[in-house]
């Protein structure tokens, strides 16, 4: 190793004491920053012939970041935003370091002036109701993989949930009563509470039967092997469902459908209904943008507390809520977001 400090230590108590210990960061952004030094560690292997255990913060020049940084989108073929995700996750680790040693305050404030990359935003995809009707009806109901599969995409399109929250999703937070619904731990650490469908919730007593009464911290969704789902078997089942139902609804071979596209259908059709723009932010936990509102549906806006029940579409076995059956009731029991 030349001269300098060691980049080791310096890891170590970034990811352990800075990202979990002190600032309590969520798993997801815990995982982020790992593998964002981890990509950065291999390019300075595999391309300056550093070995990672004697890297030295000096040799993390803001060309060699810069370099690394046309690596991932060149060769690695990242989007701008992936790009931008990782040199979050540099700036956070050369602040780290100039507060541990004065003297690379200099060094880590020329890593901190490379900027973010500005990008257009992505025009998301989402699906109409027959393209959901096809996706709903592909899973055999009258398999236990069938089951669960049905009650997953059904869970997705009623909630607007991130695949993330759906895979972590535990028994204790869903309720199936008079009043169903769901309490997520989102982005942010911040809860929300959706409401349930009387089919969803239908489908989910099923589905469940007498884990109902057992743990409370079990999971929902299980995958054939009685293991909990992973935000990747997700994306996995979409993807073999939307390959299967576009034999039948040729429009969904044109669209790339992930979880999220399912999430931001959830949106669409919230606001075709006429659902305030600020209840739907509450319902997905998430910021809608306005001027994407305007685009889809600039007229058709209603007041916060109406919103998109549509319980009698969901009564029948195998269909899900129209667009336009709505209902008033209280904002405040529509959707609960809170720290």
Known sequence: MSDGHPLGPFVRR???????ADRNLTLSTQRSYRDSIRLLLRFLQEHHAIEPTRVAVEQITATVTRTFLAHLEEQRGNSVSTRNQRLAAIHSLFRFVARQVPELVEHAAQIHAIPLRRSAAPTMAYLEKPEIDALLAVPDRGRPQG???YALLLFLYNTGARATETAELAVGAVALDAAP???FLGKGRKTRTCPLWPHTAKILRQLLGARLDGPRDELVFRNVR????TRFGIHDLIARTVRKAAETTPSLQAKRVSPHTLRHTTAVHLLRAGVDINTIRAW???VVDRGVADRHFPRRRAPADVAWAGASGGAVAGSVPTAGAVRTVPTSCLCSQSR
């Open 14 to 20: 970034f990811l352990l004491e800075e990202v979990v």
């Open 147 to 149: 089951q669960r599969d």
């Open 181 to 183: 619904s769901v309490r």
């Open 226 to 229: 009685g293991e909990p789902v």
């Open 284 to 286: 997905l936990g998430h």
